[in-house]
């Protein structure tokens, strides 16, 4: 491994990448078709990790309106996990956002047997607000909304990154 990852916006060459990622991370994995509609969404953003040529993590994102952006998706590579890479993710993602949006909530859903993504999301300071029930056609389980203020997530992401 480089010792330096480096961040790239999300296009759809990456989508093969982006497939194995999500194929090795998650239980129901997003199709071509949800990467792409994200990827070709003027309001979703994405960016990864890579390693060389080889991504090992991602988010995408999206601002949904004054005051509100949704982490849709993200991941990071099993070989590279407790690294720093996630929390890393993060730290970018709020770096990237229009000044605009400071005063914001970061909302995300979790399914609630994805024990390793709710303890990461409550290490940074996110609390669930809310079960979903059949939220996802897809899955029996319940879904857990989690949210945080953007500055108490700066503080928090800083403070995990030995930062203040």
């Known amino acids: 491994m480089y010792l330096k990852p480096t961040l790239q916006w999300l296009t759809v060459k990456h989508l093969p990448q982006l497939e194995l990622l999500e194929i090795d991370s998650f239980n129901y ?8 509609h994200h990827l070709r969404n003027k309001h979703s953003r994405g960016f990864g990790l890579f390693d060389g040529n080889s991504l090992i993590g991602f988010v995408i994102f999206s601002i949904i309106g004054p005051g509100l952006v949704r ?8 070989d590279c996990q407790g690294m720093g890479y996630g929390t890393f993710l993060m730290q970018e993602l709020l770096a990237r ?5 400071r005063d914001i909530l ?3 859903e979790i399914p609630d047997y ?4 709710i303890a990461f999301f409550c290490k ?4 669930a607000s809310e079960v979903l029930h059949k939220y996802y056609d897809e899955i ?6 989690f949210e945080i203020k953007l500055e108490q997530v700066s503080a928090q992401v800083r403070s995990n990154c030995g930062r203040t």
Do not use: C, Q
């Not at 982490?71 to 099993?78: R, S, Y």
């Not at 956002?97 to 949006?101: A, D, E, H």
């Not at 994805?114 to 993504?117: G, H, I, P, S, V």
């Open 29 to 36: 994995p997003w199709s071509r078709k949800d990467f792409l």
């Open 140 to 145: 029996e389980s319940d879904v857990y909304r």
């Open 106 to 108: 970061l909302i995300t």
């Open 71 to 78: 982490i849709h998706n993200m991941a990071v590579a099993e």
């Open 114 to 117: 994805a024990d390793k993504a």
């Open 124 to 127: 940074l300071g996110f609390k």
């Open 97 to 101: 956002l229009p000044s605009s949006t």
